[in-house]
């Protein structure tokens, strides 16, 4: 008989096939006391399986997909740093030493410990960590149980259908891995669209259903089930009626695909003859390869912060130059470089000090303006790349005219010193802000008046002015782009943009969605910078509308003060642009 389950659609796609059911953080550790003899020998056990599970996510990190946004990046930098902390590694040696016990016990004491201590603090930020604290020691517990493959060796053999695979959660690493061993799908009973893991299936193009509670229980393995990552469904045991529709279903999306891949070389044009700028968010500088083979028309977030994370030093001012040089080149349209946005979840070792709530603190803009010998070295190797590309730059996380006055100061000092040694810089160079505050949004029309453009970025503008941590479980159905807060915002930056005669454009994951192009296209947007994966998707819709029509009902719909009804008119709005 077939069972229906719904569950969130974290990730477009439809696929099939056999279910193989993962245990994730839930492990069966065994516990035993230890000879003396034998101490020494399982102390270095535990230390090689800690250099093993380390050398795994070092590997994971190297093969990120490029666009994959940065917080994927920053969460497995994290779990690295982890697995270097005494208060793991060390603690967990001298536990199988003192208490003479085997070192999967050891390391589940003390990572019970830890998430206890994590558990009992106030700040919401940090008690998150403890999540972070359960996937590095779970990373762990299967090195020493030899299931440090997630679906066996033998599970997937080049004769089988690639599985579905069924978890109660799963980590972006583990989702790395297993993309690699070439999965179907992935079902987790736990997580939310907004997750790192769910962001990180979408960049990889891997069918996603979380948040199905149960599942596990549900399903056996080798059983066939069906996955709608765009529905949210989930289909086990299908009759042949339904494998059918769904395998029909399949041949209609790689044809949409193909219908894509024909716009590349297309302008981006709406069907009332208005210009939209198709832009690119990249980390790497390859990555800009990819979003020319999409046809993107440059780059609209170059993120610099990786330059400067998992190493001792920082970057020198030539080797920085040398990165945004080669950036430049493989780029033929303008390339935003976006000024260091270290902080947060983001740590580049400057400090061992744990601030109380990193996602408010001293992080991006602020950390510059604090570390001005660091924040010169950029700028200057910066404004030396501008002598060779059309480049703009954006500085991040700009709440205060002050802010932005300051760091134009320093850039003109920056530039001064250029011009005295005789080198080149673009004397003309635009800077910009990004506006991922509610305080810059509110603020916009004076910012305006020392910036040249404004990027908006909807991923914190959003979670800071609804006051929610956008990848927490508990609280992310509150992460809501159509709020009417958010929306009066974003309309706010964009009228104060074209008021002030700069431009404006949006790099968060709400440009990356096709069911919001409409909506931002109403609201006056004209240049969206997004994953490559998405150019081609929302360079479609654009091509469907009318713009000068959608401007007319945006206003119309923003203008209603019936919640529901509002509601109801965006929904509309946003459902016209499926598939």
């Given at each position: 008989?077939?069972?229906?389950?719904?569950?969130i659609?974290?990730s477009?796609?439809?696929?099939?096939?056999?279910?193989?059911?993962?245990?994730?953080?839930d492990?069966?550790?065994p516990?035993y006391h230890?000879?003396?003899?034998?101490?020494?020998?399982?102390?270095?056990?535990f230390?090689?399986?800690?250099h093993?599970?380390?050398?795994q996510?070092?590997?994971?990190?190297?093969?990120?997909p490029?666009n994959?946004p940065a917080?994927i990046?920053?969460?497995?930098?994290t779990?690295?740093?982890?697995m270097d902390d005494?208060?793991?590694i060390?603690t967990?040696?001298?536990?199988?030493?003192?208490?003479?016990?085997?070192a999967?016990?050891?390391?589940k004491?003390?990572?019970?410990?830890?998430?206890?201590v994590?558990?009992?603090?106030?700040?919401g930020?940090?008690?998150?960590?403890?999540?972070d604290?359960?996937?590095?020691?779970?990373r762990?517990?299967?090195v020493?149980?030899?299931?440090?493959?997630p679906i066996?060796t033998?599970?997937?053999?080049?004769?089988?259908?690639?599985p579905?695979?069924v978890?109660?959660e799963?980590?972006?690493?583990?989702?790395?891995l297993?993309?690699?061993?070439?999965i179907?799908?992935?079902?987790?009973?736990?997580?939310?669209?907004?997750?790192h893991s769910a962001?990180?299936?979408?960049?990889?193009?891997?069918?996603?259903?979380?948040?199905?509670?149960?599942?596990?229980?549900?399903?056996?393995?080798e059983?066939i089930?069906?996955?709608?990552?765009?529905?949210g469904h989930l289909?086990?045991?299908p009759?042949?009626?339904?494998?059918?529709?769904?395998?029909h279903r399949q041949?209609?999306?790689?044809?949409y695909?193909?219908?894509l891949?024909?716009?590349?070389d297309?302008?981006?044009?709406?069907?009332?003859?208005?210009h939209?700028?198709?832009?690119?968010?990249?980390?790497?500088?390859d990555?800009?390869i990819e979003?020319g083979?999409?046809g993107?028309?440059g780059?609209?977030?170059y993120?610099?912060e990786?330059l400067?994370?998992?190493r001792?030093?920082?970057p020198?001012?030539?080797?920085?130059?040398?990165v945004?040089r080669q950036?430049?080149?493989?780029?033929?349209?303008?390339?935003?470089?976006?000024?260091?946005?270290?902080?947060?979840?983001?740590?580049i070792?400057?400090?061992?000090?744990?601030a109380?709530?990193?996602?408010?603190?001293?992080?991006?803009i602020r950390?510059?303006?604090?570390?001005?010998?660091?924040f010169?070295?950029?700028?200057r190797a910066?404004l030396?790349?501008?002598a060779e590309g059309?480049?703009?730059?954006?500085?991040?996380?700009?709440?205060?005219?002050?802010?932005?006055?300051?760091?134009r100061h320093l850039?003109?000092?920056a530039?001064a010193?250029?011009?005295?040694?005789g080198l080149?810089?673009?004397?003309?160079?635009?800077?910009?802000?990004?506006?991922?505050v509610?305080?810059?949004?509110?603020?916009?029309?004076?910012?305006?008046?020392?910036?040249?453009?404004?990027?908006?970025?909807?991923?914190?503008?959003?979670?800071?002015?609804?006051a929610?941590?956008?990848?927490d479980?508990e609280?992310?159905?509150?992460?809501d782009?159509?709020?009417p807060?958010?929306l009066?915002?974003?309309?706010?930056?964009?009228?104060?943009g074209?008021?002030a005669?700069i431009s404006?454009?949006?790099c968060?994951?709400m440009?990356?969605?096709?069911?919001?192009?409409?909506?931002?296209?109403?609201?006056g947007?004209t240049?969206f910078?997004?994953?490559?994966?998405s150019?081609?998707?929302?360079?479609?819709?654009?091509?469907g509308?009318?713009?000068?029509r959608?401007?007319r009902?945006?206003a119309?719909?923003?203008s209603?003060t019936?919640?529901a009804?509002?509601?109801?008119?965006l929904?509309?709005?946003?459902r016209?642009q499926?598939?």
């Open positions: 008989m077939s069972l229906w389950l719904s569950a659609g974290a477009r796609g439809v696929a099939i096939g056999p279910v193989h059911r993962m245990h994730g953080t492990l069966d550790i516990e230890l000879d003396d003899p034998a101490i020494e020998t399982e102390i270095a056990r230390q090689q399986a800690a093993e599970a380390r050398a996510l070092a590997a994971v990190r190297e093969q990120i490029s994959a917080e990046g920053a969460f497995i930098e779990h690295l740093l982890m005494t208060a793991l060390d967990v040696t001298a536990r199988i030493r003192e208490d003479r016990i085997n999967e016990w050891a390391l004491l003390q990572s019970e410990e830890l998430i206890d994590f558990e009992q603090m106030n700040d930020y940090l008690r998150t960590r403890r999540d604290i359960a996937h590095v020691t779970a762990l517990q299967r020493l149980l030899n299931q440090e493959h066996g033998g599970t997937a053999d080049q004769n089988s259908d690639p579905v695979i978890a109660d799963l980590t972006p690493a583990d989702i790395i297993l993309h690699q061993q070439g179907a799908a992935i079902v987790t009973e736990h997580g939310g669209p907004l997750s962001i990180l299936a979408r960049s990889l193009r891997l069918p996603a259903l979380m948040g199905a509670t149960g599942v596990r229980r549900l399903l056996v393995d059983e089930v069906v996955i709608d990552g765009e529905a289909l086990a045991a009759d042949a009626a339904a494998l059918d529709f769904y395998h041949q209609r999306d790689a044809r695909q193909r219908m891949a024909v716009l590349r297309e302008p981006a044009v709406s069907a009332d003859g208005v939209i700028a198709m832009l690119a968010n990249v980390e790497l500088p990555d800009s979003a083979r999409v993107a028309e780059v609209g977030l993120r610099t990786f400067f994370m998992n001792k030093d920082t020198s001012e030539e080797e920085q130059l040398a945004y950036v430049l080149a493989s780029t033929d349209g303008p390339v935003t470089i976006r000024t260091l946005d270290a902080g947060a979840d983001k740590s070792g400057l400090s061992d000090k744990v109380p709530n990193p996602a408010l603190g001293l992080r991006a950390l510059c303006l604090k570390e001005t010998g660091l010169r070295s950029q700028l910066l030396r790349a501008s059309r480049m703009r730059i954006m500085l991040p996380m700009i709440s205060t005219v002050g802010e932005m006055r300051q760091a850039i003109n000092e530039a010193e250029l011009a005295a040694e080149a810089y673009d004397r003309d160079l635009p800077i910009g802000a990004m506006i991922e509610p305080a810059a949004a509110l603020a916009a029309p004076t910012l305006a008046r020392y910036c040249d453009f404004f990027s908006l970025g909807t991923n914190d503008l959003i979670q800071y002015t609804l929610i941590d956008r990848i479980d609280i992310n159905y509150l992460y782009p159509l709020h807060a958010v009066t915002l974003i309309r706010m930056t964009i009228d104060a074209q008021a005669g404006v454009s949006m968060g994951e440009a990356s969605d096709k069911r919001y192009t409409a909506l931002l296209l109403g609201l947007l240049e910078s997004m994953h490559p994966a150019v081609l998707e929302v360079k479609r819709a654009v091509m509308a009318d713009v000068a959608l401007r009902r945006v119309e719909i923003l209603l019936d919640a009804t509002y509601r109801e008119a929904d509309g709005l946003t016209e499926q598939i």
